[in-house]
């Protein structure tokens, strides 16, 4: 799976480091009860900072899980800086090592810690294979600091954060991350691609942040709403609103219930649109709180 090796010292300094050998040169497997899925494919290591907008910013990268820097050496190739987090005390004193010259010149920056509880710095741009463990949490941390965001994920959850209302994946997840952003799966990954393989296929995900086109008032109503309706998603949005007032805090669903029109009411959470959401939110919000 990899690209051949350059034979002259002068395309060696050019070429990016080969993952295998990063691997070897770090002296340690992958452990998958970690989230240690390393990318082992040339290909795809290639591909991933490209599918950034054309126009991102690239002055500062974050990485999020720099294993044994296959990435985190492909990112430091478009971007003036990058920052690295990295849970393994080990990983991250490999990539201080590995990386020494860029971390001395100040192009990398290498954060150990767990990224769902480190402080993040300011970033242009987000580009990473995720632990999937953390994936939700994660994103949703990324997603309000407003900046293209490049994501392996595992391919269910990739999918179903790109879904469109009336397909079988559109849920929550669909609604409180295109809140953010324009969401496009741009690449399904095999198994084969890592070391050690997953479980499962992979997708890589950009998100293109952009107002919604629809407006909301109190954010963080809105997305309790939409997850308060999504827990009953086989039920009407009649009964929706009626049966989920401890989750959304509503404390008069009928009075929401009264105003809403006959349509709406007889939905079901899968065949809402985000903006008609937006507008059921913006009712709730006047009439129910
Ligand atoms: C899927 S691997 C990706 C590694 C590398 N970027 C690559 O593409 O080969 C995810 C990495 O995230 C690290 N990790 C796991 N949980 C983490 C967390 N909560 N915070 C930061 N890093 C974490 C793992 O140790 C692992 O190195």
Partial sequence: ???????TPEAAARAPRDPDRLIERAGLRGDPNQDQHFLVDDRVLARIPE??????DTSHVLEVGGGTGALTDRLLRIADRVTVVERDSRLAAFLREEFAAEVE???????????????????TACVSNL??????????????????????????FGERMAAESGTSEYGRLSVSAQHYGDVEVVETVPKGAFSPAPAVE??????????PD????????????????????????????????????????????????????RKR?????????????????????
């Fill in 202 to 211: 992979s997708v890589v995900v950009r998100v293109t942040p952009r107002d």
């Fill in 214 to 265: 629809y407006e909301v008032d109190d954010e963080s109503f809105f997305l309790d709403f939409v997850k308060a309706l999504f827990t009953q998603r086989r039920k009407t949005i009649r009964n929706g609103i009626r049966n989920t007032a401890h989750i959304s805090g509503l404390s008069d669903p009928e009075a929401v219930v009264d105003a809403a029109d006959e349509a709406t009411l």
């Fill in 105 to 123: 010149n100040g192009r990398l920056t290498v954060l150990e810690g767990d990224a769902l509880e480190l402080d993040l710095p300011e970033f």
């Fill in 1 to 7: 799976m990899t690209e051949p090796q350059p034979d």
């Fill in 269 to 289: 959470a899968g065949k809402m649109s985000p903006s008609e959401f937006a507008a059921l939110a913006t009712l709730a919000d006047e009439h129910g709180r």
């Fill in 51 to 56: 599918y950034l907008p054309e126009d991102a």
């Fill in 131 to 156: 632990p999937y463990g953390i994936s939700s949490e994660i994103t949703f941390r990324l997603l309000p600091r407003g900046v293209p965001l490049v994501l392996m994920f595992q391919k269910e």
